[in-house]
């Protein structure tokens, strides 16, 4: 979605509603507070049979979610694409093949990451080590959350 917008070049609009933006930031710290209390009281419990997908969806729904509430990436996408965009050239032709270069690159060096995340799961198996990762994992979101905090808009 954030890459639609930053092809269309929307940036410059929603540059405009900073202000919004504020309040984005100050849902963005309630939720990673929420999310971190929440994680660091989880008890460990395994995942009940069945219920992958519905938790696939659920977290695809809410990762789906950050992401596009992320305005660095908007930022970041006005700052990169057009580096690469040639002005003797139609840009119709352009903006599709950088879309779809990036989107490969990311797919590539997420499938990565969740490989590699799915591997490190075996190691938090037993209730001790899970109940390690959900105060880790809470901590990290309440000092993302308090990060957020004290970030101010330039």
Known sequence: MQLAVALIGMTSFLLLMADWFEWLRWAGVAYLLYLGVQQWRAEPEAVPAGTGKARGRAL?????????????????FAAFFPQFIDPATALAVQLPLLAASFLVITYVFTAFWAVLAGRAARLFRTPGRIRLRNRLTGGLLVGAGLGLSLARRV
């Open 60 to 76: 695809f729904l809410q990762s789906l979610m950050v992401t596009t509430a992320n305005p660095k990436t908007l930022i970041f």
